[in-house]
């Protein structure tokens, strides 16, 4: 890595900078319209709003560029392109349009309280030394106590994710950044030089995987420079627009955890935290079975155990 890129990954604070707000979509129009409105009238709007549009028709293009026409301080760079292959593809196309010096990701269907970016920029500038960040969803689908419990107890060692937990239980402002190795995807924001030398993995079809999947790459090459911002917050409506159900998600959970475990298996409990999070994705799969009176969960899992097992990492 230069010099310069050093320098400017350690120095760059956000406050007098450009920062640029991102939305990949595809076939939403009527969430992405919602998510727009919540970023135009934010406390501390972006300098400019990027749209990544896979969808095969115009209806999304045509509502945004609508809406953008009330407001001019806010430059548009809107992208339609179906061919865009898939979710971080679309990451890597816009982080190649931006200007901003912080780029912050967005979900489609996100509603975002009226200061989640002065609150995400005022943690740059509390934080000079980060490099990523993401803020917390107030209304996480419903978990038991029992569920986080099981959680943390599976996800260890590579797998370690202390998300589960934080979101939904802050109200207030005031609260301290909390050092994480893992910060959600759909509402992250990096300094654009991080890019530079850690690239988006565009070769392997991460989806599930790919806010992890790239966080622990970027704590690897910078040590522990990313966190979760608690005052920044959003609500998150889960569009089933789209959207895997039961077995579905459960063959592609698990052939991108081979995946992930496969570009990682040098590294520290590797094989150890991969083995004990298969035994735990089993589990769930046999309870949301149960619950749901489908063995879809169930074959699901075993699809995706076989198709990740043959499936070679790829660059």
Request: net charge positive.
């Amino acid at each position: 890595m230069s010099n310069l890129v050093k320098h400017d990954l350690m120095q760059n604070s956000r406050r007098g900078g450009i920062f640029s707000a991102v939305i990949p979509t595809r076939n939403r129009h009527k969430d992405l319209a919602k998510a727009v409105t919540s970023i135009c009238y934010q406390t501390q709007p972006p300098d400019e709003l990027i749209i990544v549009d896979q969808s095969a028709g115009d209806e999304s293009r045509i509502l945004v560029e609508k809406q953008m026409l009330k407001f001019e301080n806010i430059k548009l760079i809107y992208v339609h392109d179906p061919l865009i292959l898939g979710l971080v593809d679309a990451k890597r196309v816009a982080t190649e349009r931006a200007g901003g010096d912080i780029i912050c990701f967005l979900e489609d269907d996100v509603i975002l309280e009226a200061d989640f970016i002065e609150q995400i920029e005022n943690g740059f500038v509390v934080k000079p030394e980060m490099l990523g960040c993401c803020g917390i969803i107030t209304n996480p689908p419903n978990q038991t106590v029992m569920y986080e419990i099981l959680f943390q107890l599976f996800h260890r060692g590579i797998f370690k994710d202390i998300r589960v937990g934080l979101y939904g239980r802050y109200t207030e402002r005031g609260n301290n950044l909390i050092t994480s190795e893992v910060i959600s995807g759909g509402l992250s924001a990096w300094r654009k030089d991080v890019f530079k030398v850690v690239p988006f993995d565009v070769l392997n079809g991460f989806h599930m995987f790919e806010d992890i999947e790239f966080s622990t790459r970027v704590v690897r090459q910078f040590g522990k420079r990313l966190f979760i911002n608690p005052n920044a917050r959003l609500a998150h409506y889960f569009s089933p627009i789209g959207r895997d159900y039961l077995g579905v998600r459960q063959r592609r959970k698990l052939k991108e955890c081979f995946l992930f475990y496969k570009k990682r298996k040098n590294w520290g409990w590797a094989m150890t935290s991969f083995v004990w999070l298969l035994l735990g994705m089993l589990l769930e799969s046999f309870v949301q079975s149960l619950i749901n009176k489908s063995f879809d969960p169930v074959c699901g899992y075993l699809l995706g155990f076989i198709e990740g097992a043959k499936t070679d990492i790829t660059g």
